[in-house]
């Protein structure tokens, strides 16, 4: 069985940093594209980042320069820091592998992991 499980959430003031995770069983996470998306209190999923399996990164306007996906080739983990954050960011977290991500947006699909919750806020 495919399973995703996110971690790595919290809270943290302004200006802070995290670094979240997606531990992958049940398939090579290298031969996938994946991304994160987000659900920020009372909005649907929004997307947030996608590694694909060329190794190109691509980001939302929102989180360009702030956020970095990673996924490295040793562990069965994406990753996804966050740093610089604001309270906008504020959201649970779900990572997705890429093609799932049209699903998920339009509300088709709910992700396969319970999420990880990030709380930006003084």
């Known amino acids: 069985e495919e399973q995703l499980v996110e971690s790595g959430g919290g809270l943290v003031q302004p200006g802070g940093s995290l670094r979240l995770s997606c531990a992958a069983s049940?398939?090579?996470?290298?031969?996938?594209?994946m991304s994160w998306v987000r659900q920020c209190p009372g909005k649907g999923l929004e997307w947030v980042s996608t590694v694909y399996i060329s190794g190109l990164k691509q980001y939302a306007n929102s989180v360009k320069g702030r956020f970095t996906i990673s996924r490295p080739n040793a562990a069965n983990t994406l990753y996804l820091q966050l740093n610089s954050l604001k309270t906008e960011d504020t959201a649970m977290y779900y990572c997705?592998?890429?093609?799932?991500?049209?699903?998920?947006?339009?509300?088709?699909?709910?992700?396969r992991g319970q999420g990880t919750q990030v709380t930006v806020s003084s």
């Open positions: 997705a592998k890429e093609t799932d991500v049209p699903a998920l947006l339009v509300g088709r699909a709910a992700p």
């Open positions: 049940g398939f090579n996470l290298s031969r996938h594209g």
